[in-house]
T-cell receptor
Framework: GESVGLHLPTLSVQEGDNSIINCAYS??????FIWYKQESGKGPQFIID?????DKRQGQRVTVLLNKTVKHLSLQIAATQPGDSAVYFC???????????FGKGTSLLVTP | EAQVTQNPRYLITVTGKKLTVTCSQN?????MSWYRQDPGLGLRQIYY???????DKGDVPEGYKVSRKEKRNFPLILESPSPNQTSLYFC???????????FGSGTQLSVL
């Protein structure tokens, strides 16, 4: 999961396995959540989003789960591939609704 | 191709020398924003703009200026750069606030 500090938490998985990346968000009033993927040398890329009136949303090989009771968000990647190696960020909308608040990120390393 | 374009990609400058990082989007988005990304601190919002001629401070606005004279452009201005502004900068846009952001490729700035 994501945490504060200079070193990103790292998740190492084998190619073909499923990955689960966790995120604890801070604002109980947040109603919109997004997962981004950032590859080395590139800008963050949208993966999937979910609004607070949903608990689960599925995309292509990815699923986002939202647990509002414990303010927890997770990203599941099925059949992880080497191209999935990147830093993953969760984001929540702020109180004002005019900006996204980003987590510190989790580094996913996919080994052959 | 729908995209957010930032220039330059890399910039090395000296303390006090005014610089501008340009940002342009071709998606007719109303909302634009600037972030800086630093190790251990994640993505922090500098300024944002809800629409033409409407700008507001984010979390770390000190030492920066922006303008939004046209819908597509949102330049970031450093009037007197200092070494603590050495960072990786991202411009982003979305159709409206509180929707998924599309990011540019980033500008790596070094202030000596």
């Amino acid at each position: 999961g994501e945490s504060v500090g200079l070193h990103l938490p790292t998740l190492s998985v084998q190619e073909g396995d499923n990955s689960i990346i966790n995120c604890a968000y801070s604002n109980s009033a947040s109603d919109y959540f997004i997962w981004y993927k950032q590859e080395s040398g590139k800008g963050p890329q949208f993966i999937i989003d979910i609004r607070s009136n949903m608990d689960k949303r599925q995309g292509q090989r990815v699923t986002v789960l939202l647990n509002k009771t414990v303010k927890h968000l997770s990203l599941q990647i099925a059949a992880t591939q080497p191209g999935d190696s990147a830093v993953y960020f969760c984001a929540e909308n702020k109180n004002s609704g005019y900006a996204l608040n980003f987590g510190k990120g989790t580094s996913l390393l996919v080994t052959p | 191709e729908a995209q957010v374009t930032q220039n330059p990609r890399y910039l090395i400058t000296v303390t006090g020398k005014k610089l501008t990082v340009t940002c342009s989007q071709n998606m007719n988005h109303e909302y634009m924003s600037w972030y800086r990304q630093d190790p251990g601190l994640g993505l922090r919002q500098i300024y944002y703009s809800m629409n033409v001629e409407v700008t507001d401070k984010g979390d770390v606005p000190e030492g920066y200026k922006v303008s939004r004279k046209e819908k597509r452009n949102f330049p970031l201005i450093l009037e007197s750069p200092s070494p603590n502004q050495t960072s990786l900068y991202f411009c982003a846009s979305s159709p409206r606030a509180n929707e998924k952001l599309f990011f540019g490729s980033g500008t790596q700035l070094s202030v000596l």
